[in-house]
């Protein structure tokens, strides 16, 4: 079992960067992958990144180049540090995590953070 609490969103310029923390209990946390989604009012949550349990990452095509993933494994959290924010980044980003390695596929994910919410303003 693993709970996992975001923290970190806020209001932001556009242009302007967040870094977003999730926060993993449990022992086996260094053995699940781990992935970032968002959701917009209205919207299908949607793919930003994930990492692998050996460092490995990857990126949804709207944020690659902007947003980083990374991972601590001796804090049990991940990172999710986003720059050059746009209005269109606006949304709930949620960290989820997963036996395996990172999906593109919310349906993959076995455990859920509550969601922090991000706002960019043009």
């Known amino acids: 079992q693993v709970q996992l609490v975001e923290s970190g969103g806020g209001l932001v310029q556009a242009g302007g960067s967040l870094r977003l923390s999730c926060a993993a209990s449990g022992r086996t946390y260094s053995t699940y992958a781990m992935g970032w989604f968002r959701q917009a009012p209205g919207k299908e949550r949607e793919f930003v990144g994930g990492?692998?349990?050996?460092?490995?990452?990857y990126y949804g095509d709207s944020v690659k180049g902007r947003f980083t993933i990374s991972r601590d494994n001796a804090k049990n959290t991940v990172y999710l540090q986003m720059n050059s924010l746009k209005p269109e980044d606006t949304a709930t980003y949620y960290c989820a995590a997963r036996v395996g390695g990172v999906s593109y596929y919310k349906s993959d994910y076995d455990y859920w953070g509550q969601g922090t919410q991000v706002t960019v303003s043009s």
């Open positions: 990492i692998n349990r050996s460092g490995g990452t």
